[in-house]
């Protein structure tokens, strides 16, 4: 099954890959479910009959374009041997999970998703996605031994049982109980402890955190008063100097300049002493 929206979900599904290794197993018929980029090129290999009308004993193709829902899937997987992908890479891998409640069991890569929904061996087998010789192979083995294949089957099939909705809800139940039976003997002054040491962490963050701010605030402030003094500060002796020069160069200043050096020269007489 497939649900191929362009050139992105073909790469990552390898339905050519697909079709390349199960064509290359004798008695192995390939059911392709869905629709995409790839349905018309598939969909012109569909039926196990050649174009010479023989029966073809392997790469034979049953491909009907069009989706189905969940309950037209569920007859489907229930009816296949086996499961199989060559997809390199899957978010978990739900066509494993729907393969195993069916009781049906798998052969797909050793990839992201499959390892953790699949154990080799036990409810199917992974194989290295680069050699499809080895996935071939295991398709061979299960068609060769069909006990095998109903047994790995079945342990799917049990395997997610123990994952349904209903056991996973009683799982979570559990846990809570163990949680609050493990929380019985602790007092009330530890749990106020706690919350006082948990409250007094959370101020101690804050004040360091306002620290931090107020100290980068003061030196942006400091550094904005020394450019200020050093800027304002130039001008204003600038400004003194060129005052000076301006009354230095005065006729008001040279006259005032002027008396007070003839004041100063003026002799004094004294009353000489009898």
């Known amino acids: 099954m497939w649900a191929d929206n362009g050139t992105k979900y073909y790469t990552r599904e390898r339905l050519d890959k697909l079709v390349q290794m199960c064509g290359s197993v004798d008695g192995v018929y390939l059911a392709l479910i869905g629709d995409g980029a790839m349905g018309p090129v598939l969909s012109e290999r569909h039926g196990c009959w050649s174009n ?20 037209d899937l569920a007859p489907v997987y229930a009816s296949a041997d086996v499961h199989v992908s060559c997809s390199h890479f899957e978010t978990l891998g739900n ?15 050793r990839a992201q998703g499959f390892i953790d929904t699949v154990n080799h061996e036990e409810d199917g087998f992974l194989f290295d996605g680069h ?12 068609r060769d031994d069909r006990d095998l294949c109903a047994s790995m089957g079945e342990r799917g099939r049990q395997k997610v049982q123990i994952q349904s909705p209903e056991m996973v809800s009683k799982h979570v139940l559990e846990w809570y109980r163990r949680t609050c039976a493990s929380t019985k003997g602790q007092t009330v002054t530890t749990s106020l402890v706690t919350v006082a040491a948990e409250r007094l962490s959370s101020l101690v963050a804050v ?3 306002v620290g931090i701010c107020l100290f980068i605030l003061l030196v942006v402030a400091l550094w904005f008063a020394v450019e200020a003094v050093q800027v304002f500060g ?23 300049s002027n008396s007070y050096k003839a004041l100063t020269n003026i002799p004094v007489e004294r009353e000489a002493t009898r």
């Open 52 to 71: 010479s009308g023989k029966r073809r004993t392997k790469g034979g193709v049953y491909c009907r374009i069009g989706f189905l829902g969940h309950e």
């Open 95 to 109: 066509t494993v999970l729907e393969a195993h409640a069916s009781g049906t069991t798998v052969v797909v890569p």
């Open 131 to 142: 050699r499809l010789a080895e996935g071939a192979a295991f398709l061979a083995r299960l």
């Open 207 to 209: 004040l360091m955190g």
């Open 234 to 256: 130039g001008s204003v002796v600038r400004y003194c100097h060129n005052a000076r020069n301006v009354l230095g160069n005065s006729s008001f200043f040279n006259k005032v």
